[in-house]
């Protein structure tokens, strides 16, 4: 692994506070935050999402998750919050970084109910084919898909729609989907320097329009409130919207298979 290049899945790691890092992602987070200093607070919004989905999600009954580009497991992650409500929910967590592959297994080694892939989203017939995925899928329970934070790291060469369409054909009817992505609308004047910045790391930035992003839903019906920007889905307290919600650049939504 190439410790001297930062990646995304430690960037942000480091951007809510954990230790699973090493100097090169910090300086790009350095970096980024200078020139964009609501960065920490829209990366824990991103994680907030994460949880208010995942609790939904597990209150409308399902108990298998598919968490694709899930980085590092710490504090609030998937498994934790679903089993506050289904204590015997399954997760299979997938990443291509090697280091958030490693830490993860470290994490999970005595959990049963986790495991943990070492695999692209953009080979999504690879990813579908590993046993542990085939397994999760291969029961035929419906199936919560996770792409949080992880689209945008997709390029339009990369073809996230066919990458859509090859998932959405291998879940099991009555699966459910969980979208957040980085919108070019949200922060125009952001968009060219952030993109430029994860241009030096292995995962560059594709930061798309809300209708495009709209558009990696088909094939599901949205849930209320449909596709909005990161605070406006679900909030805890409507306060917790704020005036701005364009400003936290997230383009979130659920969706379940039709």
């Known amino acids: 692994m190439d410790l001297d290049r930062p990646a995304a899945a430690r960037v942000y790691d480091y951007y809510l506070g954990g230790s699973h890092n090493f100097a090169a992602d910090r300086e790009m987070a350095r970096e980024a935050i ?7 607070r829209i990366m824990r919004a991103n994680r907030a999402f994460l949880r208010r989905a995942v609790t939904f999600l597990a209150e409308q009954g399902y108990t298998r998750f598919l968490d694709v580009g899930s980085g ?7 498994h934790e919050v679903a089993r506050e409500i289904q204590p015997d929910s399954r997760v299979v967590y997938v990443d291509k970084d090697p280091v958030a592959v ?5 994490l999970l080694q005595d959990d049963p109910l986790c495991t943990v892939v070492d695999a692209d989203l953009t080979d999504p017939v690879d990813l579908l084919a ?4 085939a397994a999760l899928l291969g029961e035929g329970e419906p199936v919560a898909l996770l792409l949080v934070a992880v689209l945008h790291f997709v390029t339009d060469e990369q073809d996230p729609e066919g990458i859509m369409r090859t998932l959405r054909e291998a879940l099991p009817q009555g699966s459910a989907l969980a979208i957040c992505h980085a919108s070019a609308e949200g922060r125009p004047d952001q968009t060219v320097t952030h993109q430029d910045l994860y241009s030096k790391t292995p995962t560059p930035l594709t930061m798309r329009t809300v209708e495009r992003i709209t558009g990696l839903f088909d094939g599901f019906e949205l849930v209320e409130p449909g596709v909005v920007y990161l605070p406006q889905w679900r909030p805890d307290e409507p306060a917790a919207v704020g005036e701005h919600p364009e400003r936290m650049v997230g383009v979130v939504g659920v969706g379940r298979l039709t």
């Not at 200078?34 to 920490?40: I, R, S, V």
């Not at 590993?130 to 995925?133: A, D, K, S």
């Open 72 to 78: 590092i497991p710490t504090f609030g992650a998937v």
């Open 34 to 40: 200078k020139m964009w200093p609501d960065l920490p």
């Open 130 to 133: 590993r046993p542990e995925v």
């Open 102 to 106: 490693a830490h993860s297994r470290l």
